[in-house]
T-cell receptor, first 115, second 116 residues
Framework: QQQVKQSPQSLIVQKGGISIINCAYE??????FPWYQQFPGKGPALLIA?????SEKKEGRFTISFNKSAKQFSLHIMDSQPGDSATYFC??????????????FGRGTQLTVWP | GAVVSQHPSWVICKSGTSVKIECRSL??????MFWYRQFPKQSLMLMAT?????????EQGVEKDKFLINHASLTLSTLTVTSAHPEDSSFYIC????????????FGPGTRLTVL
């Protein structure tokens, strides 16, 4: 079953607006939550990541909010730009055990930022 | 940041031939690499986990005899699609695990395989 659920599937935002993508997980053993950005025909690029010991992490215009009790995390893109138009994937992994580093991906969100 | 390369970036081959795709971690050593397959407008599907010096671990439903993986060094893993058929046409992406506090995974640029 899908271990990480992502929504929305697609998102259209006006330039300068805030883009918000949400993810939820079930496995409490997950301890690493990255977000990847993918442009058409390219491999995913690590955008920002968070560990469950903090509730928020900000890097430039990108912020991850993490709610451990609700098992949810979200990506906020402030001042969205047309160049942000891409597919975004959330993921989760665990740092221990035989599945070390294995990423469980959400289905992706196609973001379009209109100029 | 850590850089992962893939070669070739695209390949077209005839049905029945074999194709080898290379994945290299350029500025770090990776004991673990992963191979994914991605269909248009879909998420990444993990095919196998490749560990240096040992046999790859394949996900359920992935034919190990068709998708041969070799992780001969700490910076190189290869995926060979044997006896390729049109249904094997896809975007293949590798990633390398940067072991450490965060166990970050860095992806290659992908290889577009088209089987005629």
């Amino acid at each position: 079953q899908q271990q990480v659920k992502q929504s929305p599937q697609s998102l259209i935002v006006q330039k300068g607006g805030i883009s918000i993508i949400n993810c939820a997980y079930e496995n409490t053993a997950f301890d690493y939550f990255p977000w990847y950005q993918q442009f058409p025909g390219k491999g995913p690029a690590l955008l920002i990541a968070i560990r469950p010991d903090v509730s928020e992490k900000k890097e430039g215009r990108f912020t991850i909010s993490f709610n451990k009790s609700a098992k949810q995390f979200s990506l906020h893109i402030m001042d969205s730009q047309p160049g942000d138009s891409a597919t975004y994937f959330c993921a989760a992994s665990r740092g221990r055990g035989s599945t070390l580093g294995r990423l469980y991906f959400g289905r992706g969100t196609q973001l379009t930022v209109w100029p | 940041g850590a850089v992962v390369s893939q070669h070739p970036s695209w390949v077209i081959c005839k049905s029945g031939t074999s194709v080898k795709i290379e994945c290299r971690s350029l500025d770090f050593q990776a004991t673990t690499m992963f191979w994914y397959r991605q269909f248009p407008k879909q998420s990444l599907m993990l095919m196998a986990t490749s560990n240096e010096g040992s046999k790859a671990t394949y996900e359920q439903g992935v034919e190990k005899d068709k998708f041969l993986i070799n992780h001969a060094s700490l910076t190189l893993s290869t995926l060979t699609v044997t006896s390729a058929h049109p249904e094997d046409s896809s975007f293949y992406i590798c990633s390398a695990l940067l072991a450490g506090t965060y166990n970050e995974q860095f992806f290659g640029p992908g290889t577009r395989l088209t089987v005629l």
